[in-house]
């Protein structure tokens, strides 16, 4: 049984929450949001309560049960308040910069690497070792981010690269010299 899928998610004040078959939109006061959800699952909206239910206890339903769930609470939940992923940038002469709606990235490469913002995603860099990514979609905050690092992942030598401000970098020794 799962426990997650069958917790009810309350609608807090403000959000407006419309089931379309198996289309779900939640608008809120940041932003709108919408997901089709799969078509085992079976959503009901009943005095501010949003409930998920499936159709029986077979493992795949199981599994999509407690998934549904979570994926219309953090609908609910961004649009309330913004999603934040927050980067460093570690290393000499790394940098980043924001350009309009271009985050400018200066990671050691012979040209500077740009990104334009996806729609619903805004940069911000307060100073130049740091990046915060922040949205309404956590799915998509979380993405955008994860690209982000992929530009420069951390080295575990020396530690430069672009790394998530709550990671921790396992680092190596380097080699000794001969004996």
């Known amino acids: 049984m799962s426990r997650i899928g069958n917790k009810p998610i309350t609608i807090p004040e403000g959000v407006n ?3 379309d078959g198996q289309k779900i939109t939640v608008k809120g006061p940041k932003g709108t949001l919408t997901r089709e959800i799969h078509g085992n699952m079976k959503v009901t909206v009943d005095n501010n309560v949003i409930k ?23 609908m609910v939940q961004g649009v309330m308040a913004e999603y934040t992923r927050e ?12 350009q309009g709606k271009k985050l400018v990235l200066t990671l050691g490469y012979s040209h500077p690497v740009e990104m334009e913002e996806p729609e619903g995603i805004t940069f911000e860099v307060p ?11 956590k799915e998509l905050v979380g993405q955008t981010a994860a690209v982000i690092r992929t530009k420069r992942p951390p080295e575990v030598y020396r530690g430069k690269g672009i790394k998530y401000v709550e990671e921790h970098i396992r680092r190596k020794e380097g080699k000794t010299g001969k004996k």
Not at 61 to 71: A, E, F, S, V, Y
Not at 87 to 98: P, T, W
């Open 127 to 137: 100073n130049p070792n740091q990046i915060i990514v922040k949205g309404i979609d």
């Open 52 to 74: 998920v239910i499936r159709p029986d206890d077979e493992a795949e339903n199981k599994g999509l049960h407690g998934l549904t769930r979570t994926l219309i609470n953090n």
């Open 87 to 98: 980067l460093e940038i570690n290393g000499v002469g790394y940098r980043a910069a924001k």
């Open 17 to 19: 929450v419309t089931v």
